[in-house]
Nanobody, 121 residues
């Protein structure tokens, strides 16, 4: 069984920064790309960062310069730093990973349970 377990988040003041962590646990042979998404109340889930296996980050235009994604392949972990937080960043943040459980499987998409970030003014 494979799970993505997130941590971090909470209540943060506008203008500050927050760090999120996500670690894959269970039977994992390899992890390809990893990413972060968020879902604001009443809205669809949106992509906010991805990172390739070698560590190349990709960000959407609207968040360029305010988010930093990184990963630790030895720990099967991905991290997200969000800077200059705004009230509009309040959302449930999810990590995602493309995971190969054995050398004979195909890659599958796994999602974390979500961690809440609430930004106060």
């Amino acid at each position: 069984q494979v799970q993505l377990v997130e941590s971090g988040g909470g209540l943060v003041q506008a203008g500050g920064s927050v760090g999120l962590s996500c670690r894959g646990i269970g039977d994992i042979f390899n992890i390809r790309d990893m990413g972060w998404y968020r879902q604001k109340a009443g809205e669809k889930r949106e992509w906010i960062a991805s990172i390739t296996k070698p560590g190349v980050p990709i960000y959407p235009q609207f968040l360029q310069g305010r988010v930093t994604i990184s990963r630790d392949n030895d720990r099967n972990a991905v991290y997200l730093q969000i800077h200059s937080l705004e009230v509009e960043d309040t959302a449930l943040y999810y990590c995602r990973a493309s995971i190969l459980r054995t050398s004979r499987d195909s890659y599958q998409e796994f999602w974390g349970q979500g961690t809440q970030v609430t930004v106060s003014s």
